[in-house]
């Protein structure tokens, strides 16, 4: 993706100061759409008076709005809460910080971004499988191509997670692990963010077939992982909140 010129305003119009930001989404992924909106996630960080006083300042902001014809999506977690989901196993904060499409950066976020090998663990490989199972219930329902690249994508993110312990969002990066169909479910979802599945492509028992298959090998490199069972970097991140926390 060819970041658009005028995200980089985004950062210094949000209230609080931003560690980092990155494009998320289908960008990431792999498979915009010529209406897709722009997904940029982050870390903000609270001031100590917000966080240690009665007046609690928001752990997470999120707006959504238009610039230049585009939909914006902006959330923003504030330091603490994103370092405790990346303790919790949490693969989409994996995916942000360590996303290729960034925004804005600083040295909290290089700091994050160096540490993010020790928040890795076999059990990420639940939350792929999780996610998986919502969206294929979500393209059973609405027979969107959508749901359904997003089921084969979580899928073979978490399947070379646990073979690789490196984390890779995008589709187009990991067709070894999918069908050979894949790059033209991509083609097809190029043209509309909420199209329907090409007639003729593949009958649905065809996908479940794959899904399935993809579903159990995720689940043997889940098993056979060399990552840990827990994260190793809780006190460095710790110490990170706090230097973030107190502006050093």
């Known amino acids: 993706m060819e970041l658009l010129g005028w995200l980089a305003e985004i950062p210094g119009e949000q209230p609080y100061p931003l560690q980092f930001a990155t494009v998320s989404g289908a960008h990431l992924y792999g498979f915009p759409s010529v209406d897709s909106d722009v997904d940029l996630r982050g870390v903000h960080v609270l001031p100590l008076a917000e966080v240690a006083g009665l007046r609690q300042g928001p752990e997470t902001l999120s707006r959504m709005w238009t610039r230049h014809g585009v939909e914006v999506d902006l959330v923003t977690h504030d330091v603490a809460k994103f370092c405790r989901l990346l303790l919790g196993r949490n693969g989409y904060v994996l995916e942000q910080l360590l996303s290729p499409l960034v925004v804005a950066s600083s040295p909290a976020h290089e700091e994050l971004v160096a540490l993010a090998p020790g928040c890795l663990t076999r059990h990420h490989a639940h939350h792929y499988l ?104 809780e006190a460095e991140l710790h110490d990170l909140v706090l230097r973030a926390r107190s502006g050093g």
């Open 130 to 233: 999780g996610f998986a199972r919502t969206q294929w219930r979500l393209f059973q329902k609405s027979g969107q191509l959508k749901p359904l690249l997003y089921t084969f994508r979580v899928l073979a993110t978490g399947t070379h997670l646990m073979q690789t312990g490196k984390v890779q969002a995008d589709l187009t990066q990991l067709y070894a692990y999918g069908p050979a169909y894949l790059p033209e479910l991509i083609a097809a979802k190029q043209t509309a963010e909420h199209g329907r599945v090409p007639d003729g492509l593949s009958p649905i028992e065809g996908f479940e077939a794959d899904v399935e298959r993809m579903r159990r090998t995720l689940e043997e490199a889940r098993d056979s992982s060399a990552l840990p069972e827990r994260a190793t970097v």
